[in-house]
């Protein structure tokens, strides 16, 4: 059955902004030199027609976990961290593989020497990290979702610029990404070979209903998955903190933790679990999974009840 033309031309509106938000608006900027570019995004920060239905859904949601908020600012600093998060995609493809963003990008700590678990959050701008890996001579296994083309049913334009993230995240990383679920076996082969794994941890149990564990986030009890933290008990590898901080300039800061032992998984998953907390609060912006919270937090409650644990954090 045809669709409708009322339909047809719902999906032509969507295709157009999808096709401006995903590769005019952050592209474009991208291939001019930063000093320009960083004006381009900084001056859409503040119209506030763009991406208005997602930004301003984050926002609410942040506010309402964070009171007191300025949202007017916070809207801002949502859209130009989107915009950033865009960009780096068209960064990183045009890049050397050896090379990361001169002038724009800095980095504090250094990684081990030999195999670890890098592990942070969905927070700031990460494809940069993966660039400072492989420039050392260090190739990377992410843990990652597998990629749904059903997920994107009805949206070409989105699709296409989504293969074409994944291509760009397995090139950056040196290597082909391990895809939950039942990723250990690849992984284990990954670090008993000398290798990195890096791990996202803030997953809701809505993604990653194993081994979830009550903590504390946001003066909420929530939840975080165990399992990075076992694996790194079991083969022996620390676990390294690292996150990426970007100021108003749009410097982006590479920030390496120590390495944390690995015999030590319920320590280190309340340790995150703060560390998670103390970033949100500094800059809610820089948090993609606002959208997330409302049902993390409902399915965290459920967790608890049947858990006899109280939160780590």
Wanted: glycine share 8%; charged share 20%; aromatic share 10%.
């Amino acid at each position: 059955m045809s669709a409708s033309p009322k339909s047809s031309l719902r999906r032509l509106g969507q295709e157009i902004i999808d096709f401006w938000t995903l590769f005019v608006v952050p592209g474009v900027p991208a291939m001019l030199p930063w000093r320009w570019a960083w004006a381009c995004y900084r001056g859409m920060s503040r119209f506030p027609l763009l991406l208005e239905t997602q930004i301003g859904a984050r926002a609410d949601i942040a506010m309402q976990a964070l009171p007191g908020i300025d949202r007017t600012r916070l809207i801002r600093r949502l859209r130009f961290l989107q915009m950033l998060d865009l960009a780096d995609f068209y960064l990183a493809r045009r890049a050397r593989l050896a090379a990361i963003p001169g002038g724009h990008f800095i980095v504090e700590g250094e990684w081990p020497s030999g195999p670890f678990i890098a592990v942070s959050f969905h927070y700031g701008n990460g494809m940069w990290m993966l660039r400072d890996l492989l420039r050392k001579g260090r190739r990377t296994t992410v843990v990652a979702a597998p990629f749904e083309p059903g997920d994107y049913k009805g949206r070409r334009i989105y699709l296409g610029y989504s293969r074409a993230r994944y291509r760009e995240l397995e090139r950056s990383a040196g290597g082909a990404a391990a895809y939950r679920p039942r990723v250990r076996e690849k992984l284990v082969d990954a670090l008993t070979h000398g290798g990195v794994v890096m791990s996202l941890l803030d997953l809701p149990p809505r993604l990653v209903s194993a081994n979830q564990q009550v903590v504390g986030i946001l003066g909420r009890t929530a939840s975080l998955p165990m399992g990075v933290f076992q694996l790194a008990a079991s083969v022996g590898v620390p676990v390294v903190p690292f996150w990426i901080e970007i100021d108003a300039r749009g410097v982006r800061k590479l920030v390496i933790d120590h390495a944390r032992d690995p015999q030590e998984p319920s320590a280190n998953l309340a340790y995150f679990a703060a560390l998670l907390d103390t970033l949100i609060r500094r800059d809610p912006a820089a948090w993609h999974f606002w959208s997330e919270w409302p049902a993390w937090v409902r399915d965290a409650a459920t967790l608890s009840a049947s858990q006899t644990a109280q939160p780590v954090a």
